[in-house]
């Protein structure tokens, strides 16, 4: 079962990597990351920038965020994560709950290790229906 509302979704975001849309009638931003890979690590910092300022365009207070990383293609090198860690906690800040959906376990242990360096509280689970009543608790 996908995930519906009655309001529109407002697309505030679309780039070769990311997707974004808010939905007003859940206050919850949704990130979907494309299958498009990152040419290269300049376009990595460029893209979780762009994510950044998305976010902080649709606002943050009273919000949850859902990332989708389940299409995105795998990536752990040394260079990659050097960019990424110091941005992926300023994508998550603000919002009242986060989640991330990812394919398989080892994308998993992957955001795991991010969380668990940055502090950041985030569900991370292949289970859609999961972090939507995750984040629908947090926003009660």
Wanted: hydrophobic share 40%.
């Amino acid at each position: 079962m996908g995930y519906h509302c009655s309001v529109p979704l407002r697309e505030i975001l679309r780039t070769p990597y990311f997707v974004i849309h808010l939905d007003e009638s859940e206050q919850l931003v949704r990130m979907k990351r494309t299958s498009e890979p990152f040419p290269s690590l300049d376009a990595v910092r460029r893209g979780w920038l762009d994510v950044i300022e998305a976010c902080d365009r649709a606002g943050r207070r009273g919000r949850c965020f859902l990332g989708d990383m389940r299409q995105g293609p795998a990536r752990n090198d040394p260079a990659f994560e050097q960019i990424v860690m110091p941005l992926i906690p300023l994508v998550h800040r603000g919002f009242v709950r986060n989640a991330v959906l990812v394919k398989m376990a080892v994308g998993a242990l992957q955001i795991k290790r991010h969380a668990k360096s940055d502090g950041v509280e985030r569900l991370i689970t292949s289970s859609e229906e999961e972090a939507l009543q995750y984040l629908r608790e947090g926003s009660l």
